[in-house]
């Protein structure tokens, strides 16, 4: 190969290489630089939506800590200390050899108290417990509860709630007694609709940790029912 042929190489290799497209070179420049803006609004997005959402309050769901098994009562992380406390010597009743009657209507009676006159503890007007309700009457306590003790209960389902609200500190009873529970289930007064239940009549008395001027006593019957205990009524 001679010289003269090496430089016909070189021209020809010179003449195959395109020019570059300034245009084309911009346009790809200039999408690359929309990804780039592009990519980092939206992480800036998601971490100023990151920070929002975690600083968010987290809404309260309770938690079944223990349940009375074959009584359908349970026990949760919101009911408070003394309610715990009378849900375990319940439990422990209920759960023996045999059965003290007398102790459970007892218990049944304090327990819807504390329960009941304890609302600081209560995510909104909604939270009403009916396991100690005789099922009968159970969704009427519920309406009237949420219609007039309950009625301006503001919501605490993300703990934001300014509100004073009571909570039962103590509890006593002051007299159990023996009694029958008539039960009309018909329309009218027609006494051959009447049913008549094994119950107690139990006055108690309790006090707040605050006093808000709720009640701080009352009578409740308790009745008998497929050998389970219910509240079925409560008097002033």
Known sequence: MTKDDIKVKK??????????????????SFVLVIIAVISIIGYLCFLVI??????????????????????GITLDDLDSELYKELFTELKKNLEGKEIDYKEYAKSVAKMYIVDLYSINNKLNKYDISTELIWPTIAENYRTQVMDTLYLYVEDNSRKQRDQNLPEVKSIEVDSIKETKYIYNNGTDKDTKDDVTYEAYEIELNWTYRIK???????TIIVIKDNDKLYVAEQKA
């Open 11 to 28: 021209i020809d290799d010179k003449k195959k290489k395109k020019p570059v497209n300034k245009e084309v070179v911009k346009t790809i």
């Open 50 to 71: 990151g920070n929002g959402n975690s600083n968010k309050p987290q809404e309260t769901v309770k938690k079944n800590l223990n349940e009375i098994a074959g009584y």
């Open 212 to 218: 808000y001027g709720y009640d701080t006593q009352a």
